[in-house]
């Protein structure tokens, strides 16, 4: 049986990890912090790892990616897009008022993971804005402190599967600020899944291209290896590649399989412009949509 390391039971991570495998048999290995998701599989521990790496709302999770290019070397095998459906969880009874509603003005602290905590944030001005906001290494982490400490006016942000596993009460649904409030995950190993959802509609390739630092214009000719071959590219984002000041390397998302022809052809363009190049993987890529009508 596989073993897949993540973020902690009730977590997005973990509602994410159900959609994708359905009933699929594995062994789901929880962890407190992403650094442990990410080392857990680098010491051969688990076979995967669930990471987070981008929102709609909040964009790259930065501390992640850095982790994917600058700690381990594990290639990604699959991503997959999960809702990111946020509630605001406690002890119903303790906030409730004479009217029988929930009274949000007896909320002392509001705790949650800081990337969650940032896409409620007009629900939390409007609602609570005397609350003092406390960031929690996890959801379900924050859902876990409200538990244990009751009577307190704590409440937390978190998932319905996170209030669930704490014995505790939703006070208010969907409390994000968007509705189309997405989250890209990738699960990282050595080897691909045995089984993948059907059909594999999309193709990804994600690079790593280090520019030369005496070549002006380089980044200008590596793109254009791309355009004029008509490979679509979702997502050029650069990150410093902590060398030295002014330094940056370039994460590509492409639309083809690494297999390809022409991707093979625009990667060896780019090496021989004197680019460094490191392919992080090349997978299937799903929207949410089409996890619900595998399941359907």
Request: glycine fraction near 6%.
């Amino acid at each position: 049986m596989k073993r897949i390391a993540l973020l902690p039971e009730g977590s997005v991570s973990h509602e994410a990890v159900v959609q994708l495998l359905g009933d699929e048999q594995v062994e789901l290995v929880y962890h407190k912090l992403i650094s442990d998701v990410f080392l857990s599989t680098v010491h051969g521990k688990t076979d995967y790892s669930v990471i987070p790496i981008e929102n709609t709302i909040e964009g790259s999770v930065s501390l992640h990616m850095d982790w994917l290019v600058n700690e381990v070397d594990i290639p990604m095998q699959i991503e997959w897009v999960y809702p990111s459906i946020q509630n605001l969880i406690g002890d119903r009874e303790e906030f409730i008022s004479e009217s029988g509603d929930v009274d949000f003005t007896r909320i002392q602290q509001i705790l949650s993971h800081p990337v969650a905590m940032a896409q409620c944030q007009q629900f939390i001005r409007k609602y609570a804005p005397q609350a003092e906001l406390v960031n929690a290494g996890s959801t379900t982490e924050a859902v876990g402190i409200v538990k244990a400490n009751p009577g307190q006016g704590l409440a937390a942000i978190g998932t319905t599967l996170g209030a669930a596993t704490h014995k505790l009460d939703i006070l208010a649904e969907k409390v994000t600020d968007h509705d189309n409030n997405y989250t890209r995950f990738i699960l990282i190993g050595q080897e691909g899944l045995s089984k993948v959802p059907q059909p594999v509609k999309q193709m990804k390739t994600s690079v790593l291209v280090t520019l030369p630092e005496d070549f002006a214009g380089a980044l200008h000719q590596v793109l254009a290896t791309f355009a004029w071959r008509r490979l679509n590219l979702s997502r050029i984002e650069s990150r410093p590649t902590k060398k030295k000041l002014g330094s940056y390397y370039f994460y590509i998302d492409v639309l083809e399989s690494v297999d390809s022809v022409l991707l093979t052809a625009a990667i060896e363009e780019i090496e021989a412009l004197g680019c460094q190049v490191r392919v992080l993987g090349s997978y299937p890529s799903y929207t949410y949509q089409q996890l619900i009508s595998e399941v359907q």
